[in-house]
């Protein structure tokens, strides 16, 4: 069973986009493959396991540990865990604009494993997944998530958090470990769940910014092997 349902944004992020969902069978800032760990491919640009229990080695160093508003991080030294048990609204992502050795990560594909391990009360909506074409300048970004019930794309631009694209489908884990992927090439983007295609997305520009991680909402989520694929 698939559902899907798209939208449209009208501000300086988005103008206008199209989505397109296959007809067979087939939702505040600070800036993981089924059950098992992805390995390097021949196009891998980055790999972070998130395995280490050394903040400074993981992620470039860039990871919340500790406590830091609403949030506390930890590295458990099998997965990345963020948690946040008193604020609904709040969002929390961490995001790579260039990749070590040198090249821009907003073309090719991102893949991440991700978990909501608990929904906390108060939540009214919860998520985890991959960050993209975040502007550090303005704080817009997308965002692809897994959430409780199936998955979303999020568009953060001048008018706030807007839900673009949401839905379900069989090969979701309810519960579970879902590994996201965005892929990109030029102004086109497709968005898969546990290798399964969820929908595809012309945002009439090449995503140009960083990419990374985020969680939204009041939950615990799990964050785990995600990997950079250049074009």
């Known amino acids: 069973m698939r559902s899907v349902t798209c939208g449209r944004i009208v501000g300086s992020v988005l103008l206008a986009w199209a989505c397109v969902a296959s007809a067979q069978g087939l939702p505040s800032a600070a800036g993981a493959v089924g059950s098992g760990a992805a390995g390097p491919t021949a196009g891998t640009a980055y790999v972070e396991r ?10 470039e160093g860039l990871l919340t540990v500790g406590h830091d508003g609403p949030w506390t991080g930890t590295l ?3 997965h990345y865990r ?8 709040a969002v929390r992502y961490f995001y790579l604009t260039s990749l070590p050795g040198g090249g821009a990560p907003s073309q090719g594909a ?10 906390h009360p108060g939540a009214f909506v919860v998520g985890a997944g991959i960050v993209f074409d975040v ?6 970004y997308l965002a692809f998530v897994a959430t409780d019930a199936g998955y979303a794309l999020y568009v953060r631009g001048a008018d706030g958090l807007d839900e673009a694209v ?3 489908l069989d090969a979701f884990a309810p519960g579970g470990r879902n590994r996201l992927t965005v892929r990109t090439a030029g102004s086109e983007t497709t968005l898969e769940i546990n290798g399964e295609f969820v929908a595809g997305i012309d945002f009439g520009r090449p995503p140009s910014g960083g990419v990374g991680i985020l969680a939204l909402g009041a939950g615990t989520f799990a964050f ?5 694929e250049a074009p």
């Open 50 to 59: 998130f395995d280490g229990t050394d903040p400074a080695t993981v992620f």
């Open 76 to 78: 458990t030294g099998e």
């Open 82 to 89: 963020l948690e946040n048990r008193s604020t609904p609204g």
């Open 110 to 119: 991102i893949h991440v494993t991700v978990s909501i391990d608990e929904v």
């Open 135 to 140: 502007d550090p300048d303005r704080g817009h």
């Open 166 to 168: 949401s839905g379900t």
């Open 224 to 228: 785990s092997d995600l990997v950079v």
